[in-house]
């Protein structure tokens, strides 16, 4: 009996364990690997990116993945802090936590003393922390651009992710208005670049500051934006709800209302909204500001439709004066690209009074975007522009000076690595979608010859070998 109990146990655990090796493996929610054919598109994206970031003057940085907590914690306000990744303290972690102290349950006192660090919630912040550290080092007004991935414990969903990049572009040191100006072109490039309609949202959190005074909420500013930056995903009652649970009076929601709901031509509202506002300094200030950028912007003629949105608040504290955010016109995605004024973000580390602006475009959600609409240029499918077709050992040492001479050509171009059956090299050129094999035989190379196949349409071409590159040149040039 004790025989057959112990059988089964042992039957049991190995069953256990077989499961635990068969179980495919994962990766966590909220983060994604990405295949060639992905990063060749993602590639496409950020390198069109960095070349418009480059054509207006802004040079590159990057910052660790891992910022001090301090530096992180109290910038992005309560919501933000709540979706920080924490990073436990190496080694013993708990070797400073008292029995009493685990037991009480204070988790955030807790955490305080078991983790230092974290992942980067954006590159605003690492850039401001960067900025103060290197003040000495740096010529203001200095303009940076910055692509890294950034993490947040958001719930996972469509167009968000906890683990995604940002491709950001600030300017600092300048209180200059031409600097939301020349954002808002560089927003206007990239779109137009990679054949995204958009639609540019405008608002300033002084006008917002106007219309809390206006209410008479002035001391309830955060709740404020924080509630009607949710207009659009929930809806114009449950933001009264949220404000009236938040505190606002009965009459203060009312005195909103027509405020959130104004339409009209831009010349009219911001006639009425000066009206409204004229006895805050704070809104008149952020009217002329945002006027001031679309004169701007409508005699430039750009070809991003602008506007100005009075719900737009982006929810983060730290921005003080114009706030921008980007929305595909023919996809409901969320904003794709966003940002705002920052005027003393550096203070907070230390030096006082440097304004600074920028804007972050969300690679991973252009790259939904661009999926979904098919707008991904058919040449960026594949990184191979040619392959050499493998007959044996004598084909490959005849081929690799002419496939040499095309590399340095700038022609992205592979040999099949052994001597496989035609079908299997065919297949694999089809699979890479590889537009354009060369044939080199026995009889190619007696004759000093090449056959050259077009995958796409099936039509072969023989010439001469020293035709080969100036023939692949003419097509690539004729794409």
């Known amino acids: 009996m004790h025989l057959i109990t112990y059988n089964a146990k042992l039957t049991t655990t190995i069953l256990f364990r077989l499961k635990k090796i068969m179980q495919k493996p994962s990766i966590p929610k909220g983060t994604r690997d990405f295949s060639p054919v992905e990063m060749v598109r993602r590639n496409y994206i950020f390198d069109t990116i960095k070349s418009v970031f480059q054509n207006y003057g802004y040079l590159p940085i990057e910052t660790p993945a891992m910022e001090n907590l301090s530096t992180l914690l ?3 306000g309560e919501e933000g802090d709540k979706l920080l990744f924490k990073i436990l303290n ?10 009493e102290e685990l037991q009480t349950g204070k988790i955030n006192t807790i955490s305080r003393k078991i983790s230092e660090k974290g992942l980067r919630f954006d590159l605003t912040v690492p850039f401001a ?23 947040r414990a958001d719930k996972p969903q469509k167009g968000r992710y906890r683990e995604f990049y940002q491709c950001d572009v600030d300017v600092i040191g300048s209180r200059s208005m031409l600097n939301e100006v020349e954002l808002i072109l560089i927003i206007d490039d990239v779109f137009d670049k990679l054949n995204i309609p958009s639609l540019v949202k405008i608002n300033n959190r002084k006008i917002l500051t106007g219309i809390a005074e206006y209410i008479g909420e002035a001391n309830k500013i955060t709740d404020l934006t924080v509630a009607i930056d949710k207009l659009e995903k929930v809806g114009l009652d449950n933001v009264n709800e949220e404000l009236a649970q938040k505190g606002l009076s009965r009459k203060a ?24 506002l004229k006895d805050s300094k704070n809104g008149i200030e952020g009217i002329n500001e ?14 991003a439709k ?10 983060l504290d730290y921005y003080t004066g114009s706030i921008i955010e980007v929305k595909a016109k023919d996809i ?4 794709i690209c966003g940002g705002g004024r920052y005027d003393d973000l550096t203070g907070i580390f230390g030096l006082p009074d ?13 790259y939904d975007v661009m999926n979904e609409l098919n707008l991904f240029p058919e040449t960026q499918q594949a990184t191979t522009q040619l392959m050499f077709v493998n007959f044996g050992i004598e084909e490959e040492k005849y081929c690799m000076p002419i496939l040499q001479e095309i590399r340095k050509a700038g022609i992205n171009t592979e040999i099949f690595p052994e001597a496989a059956k035609m079908k299997k090299q065919m297949t694999y050129a089809n699979n890479k979608r590889i537009p354009y094999v060369v044939l080199i035989g026995e009889n190619e190379m007696q004759q000093g010859k090449v056959t050259l196949k077009n995958m796409e349409t099936g039509i072969q071409e023989q010439f001469e070998t020293g035709k080969l590159l100036p023939k692949i040149i003419e097509n690539f040039s004729n794409k």
């Open 74 to 76: 109290g910038k992005y």
């Open 90 to 99: 190496s080694g013993n972690y708990l070797s400073g936590i008292k029995d």
């Open 129 to 151: 922390r960067y900025v103060v550290q290197y003040r000495n080092e740096i010529t203001f007004p200095f303009k940076r651009y910055q692509i890294q991935p950034v993490w």
């Open 253 to 276: 929601i009312d005195k909103l209302q027509p405020i959130i709901k104004m339409k009209g031509k831009l010349k009219e509202r911001f006639s009425s909204l000066k009206e409204t």
């Open 290 to 303: 945002t006027m001031t950028i679309m004169c701007y912007l409508k005699d430039l003629k750009i070809k």
């Open 306 to 315: 602008f506007d100005l949105d009075l719900t737009l608040a982006r929810g």
């Open 332 to 335: 409901n995605i969320g904003s």
């Open 354 to 366: 440097i304004s600074g602006v920028g804007i972050s475009f969300g690679a991973d959600r252009i």
